[in-house]
């Protein structure tokens, strides 16, 4: 066997040397990498690397073994007769629908569905009782399925909502035209609470009738918002009603004492829902 020496400055030429000299037959049998001096007065050091290699016989293809089978006697199967089990004959039932009974509503448009929803998350929202929210959203869903092809926006839509939470407001004339002393106006914020303690106010206060005219006394307990008590105490500087405020119990009563001789006294309250237990005994 016949051993070459290809000699390069680094393993991947010293490769490609032997590839392109002595073709794919060519085999590494080892590798060295050699450290010589050199440079300017033999100070540096070269590095480069010898491959020794050799050249491989060609490997002669050896015919393929074909193992034949030995001869076998045919087996000739038997025939397999299948069994045949008689089954006794089935009833067929056949339930018929009375003719009289109601077909299946058609389901409610998806549409809808999301409008009934939207509608319900604003009354929760704005604290509407169980019964009243149920009440409204039977109204809705009977308007909607009276004009299915209508196709309403949601601010259309939400005009419908005020529209059936006006119809199902039911006003107590009795009431109205005798109230109570005492009157406290419960509410979430901002649904106009104290603007609608000035409009009663100015109702009851500047009557031409005298079988209704009132003397009014106010009294914020509204120590949250801020400017509150400024605010209703506008309201009843314009109409000539005098206002308190008050921060605690105390003052409450002091307040309800003031105004013994007052016919009407309307009360303020902090913005929150009348359906909060702890705040009403707070309150």
Known sequence: MKYITIVAKDFEEAVRKAREHYGPALRIHSR???????????????????LTCYLADPLKAEEPIVMEPSPTKEVKPEPIVPEVVEEPAREHVVNEMPSDMPSASPE???????????????????????AFTGEALGLLKTSLEESPEEDLSIEEFELMVVDKIVSLVRIDHGTQLHPPRIFVLLGPTGVGKTTTIAKIAALYGLQQLPEYQRSVHMITIDSFRVGAFEQLNAFGNSLGISVDKVSNEEEFYRALDSASAADLILVDTIGKSPRDKDLAVKM
């Open 32 to 50: 060295r990498d050699v450290m010589a001096r050199g440079g300017f007065l033999w100070m540096g050091k070269r590095t480069h690397v010898e």
């Open 108 to 130: 409610e448009s998806p549409r809808h569905e999301k409008l009934l929803a939207h509608a319900k998350e604003l009354l929760v929202a704005n604290d509407f009782s169980d």
